[in-house]
């Protein structure tokens, strides 16, 4: 699988598969909240497709491995890889499965799922660790009821899960004194998502969140926690402009944060809400090397991430990975 083969799944984002699909998980996480994927290796590459039967992509067993086509042509042979927790060898865990933000593009706040215990959280990381393959914690969490109190919800198990000894990343809303609430508890990286660069668009689709104070705690992420340990989501398709995307990567990447271009995911539940269309192939590849160059320019490197999505590369075409 190459480059050019990878964006062509990622346009897609999906794939008709056996249900349930071996290694399947269902995700709790973000804007494909609720819904199964699989994870196709082929080559280098690895990439994580939600399981849909109206996609026009198909996955076909062969043998001990598979194959992905698109009606009678075969896009790329390889095999299916067994996810950890969420992604492979890490636990990728979701603490709170619901939020009071109500953002236009993210399933969570529709599905109002459960919140996860220390105990519970542990357990999992435990069984994790059992398999021989866990290399890293991700913990990400929606909003049961403040970002201060999910933070420190957060931080507490972070610490309780220090004796695994393996890098901690955390994803939380951002608010002030987090950087240290999260850097003192033993997290080794963190990330703050944006979603859009456009802060036209930011009050459409995340209402009743502050834009410049996510950009304020990722400006005060980079000294405390180091190099290459600082990223940012942002979601390509809910109608912001190449020229925009380019100018919030640079912003980004001067401040020393490691931008993630994630491909919209059209939630059934949020249908009509906002605007979201799929990137092209085209587009995918155009926005990954304007990233690639904006990290070198910066002398910020991918390869170095220890957790969450640049190290695992399912979901996005990760520069330092992927090109």
């Known amino acids: ?37 699989v994870f196709f290796q082929s080559g280098e590459r690895l990439v994580r497709l939600s399981v849909a039967m ?23 042979s390889g095999q299916q890889v067994m996810p950890l927790l969420h992604c492979p060898e890490q636990a990728y865990i979701t603490v709170s499965e619901r939020c009071i933000y109500d953002c236009k593009f993210c399933a969570v706040p529709k599905l109002k799922g459960g919140v996860k215990s220390l105990q519970t959280v542990r357990q999992m990381v435990q069984a994790a660790q059992e398999t021989g393959r866990l290399r890293a914690i991700s913990l990400t969490s929606g909003v049961e009821t403040s970002q201060n ?38 997290a080794a990286e963190v990330k703050y998502n944006l979603e859009t660069v456009d802060r036209d668009l930011f009050p459409q689709v995340c209402p009743g969140i502050n834009y410049q104070e996510i950009m304020d705690t990722l400006r005060e992420a980079v000294p405390i926690f180091g190099k290459n340990r600082v990223f940012s989501n942002i979601i390509v398709g809910l109608g912001e402009s190449d020229k925009t995307l380019r100018q919030g990567i ?45 990290l070198h320019k910066n002398d910020l490197d991918g390869k170095q991430a220890l957790t969450g999505c640049y190290r695992c590369t399912g979901c996005d075409l990760a520069p330092g990975r992927d090109l």
Do not use: W
């Open 1 to 37: 699988m190459d480059l050019e083969t990878k964006a062509l799944l990622l346009s897609f984002g999906t794939v008709q598969a056996p249900v349930p699909s071996p290694g399947g998980q269902v995700s709790t996480a973000g804007p494909g909240a609720g819904g199964q994927s």
């Open 54 to 76: 109206n996609s026009p992509l198909r996955l076909e067993m062969r043998g001990n491995g598979c194959a992905i086509m698109l009606g009678e042509q075969e896009i790329a």
């Open 149 to 186: 109190s999910e933070g420190q919800r957060v931080a507490a198990i972070v610490r309780d899960l220090s004796s695994f000894q393996v890098p901690i990343g955390v994803s939380v809303s951002p608010y002030p004194g987090v950087n240290q609430i999260l850097k003192g508890a033993g």
């Open 250 to 294: 640079d912003e980004l990447a001067e401040m020393g944060v490691l931008p993630v271009l994630r491909a919209v995911f059209p939630h059934p539940l949020r249908a009509g809400e906002v605007e979201m269309t799929r990137p092209s192939t085209e587009r995918l590849i155009d926005l990954a090397r304007y990233l690639k160059r904006a």
